[in-house]
């Protein structure tokens, strides 16, 4: 099986920072690539960057500037900092990964419970 866990939501002050961590565990052959998502109840999911084995990166217009995505792919790993924080910055943050569990088997996504992050004074 394979398991994503986020840590790192909380409150926080509008301009305030906090950073996000997602570790994968479990039966991976490979990470094709991970992200970050984002839901407001009663709204869709929304992408918020994602970042592929060899860095590349890409990022939602509202965050670009401040947020930023790294992984590490020793430890399964990717972080999203994230600075200059906004009220609708308030979300549940998801960690996606992409993750081959055996060299003959093709990607499958896989979701974090997710992390609330709160913006607020």
């Known amino acids: 099986q394979v398991q994503l866990v986020e840590s790192g939501g909380g409150l926080v002050q509008p301009g305030g920072s906090l950073r996000l961590s997602c570790a994968a565990s479990?039966?991976?052959?490979?990470?094709?690539?991970m992200g970050w998502y984002r839901q407001v109840p009663g709204k869709q999911r929304e992408l918020v960057a994602t970042i592929t084995t060899g860095g590349s990166t890409t990022y939602a217009d509202s965050v670009k500037g401040r947020f930023t995505i790294s992984r590490d792919n020793a430890k399964n790993s990717v972080y999203l900092q994230m600075i200059s924080l906004k009220p609708e910055d308030t979300a549940i943050y998801y960690c996606?990964?992409?993750?081959?569990?055996?060299?003959?088997?093709?990607?499958?996504?896989?979701w974090g419970k997710g992390t609330l992050v709160t913006v607020s004074s």
């Open positions: 479990g039966t991976i052959f490979s990470i094709v690539a």
């Open positions: 996606n990964a992409n993750i081959r569990k055996t060299w003959y088997e093709r990607g499958m996504d896989y």
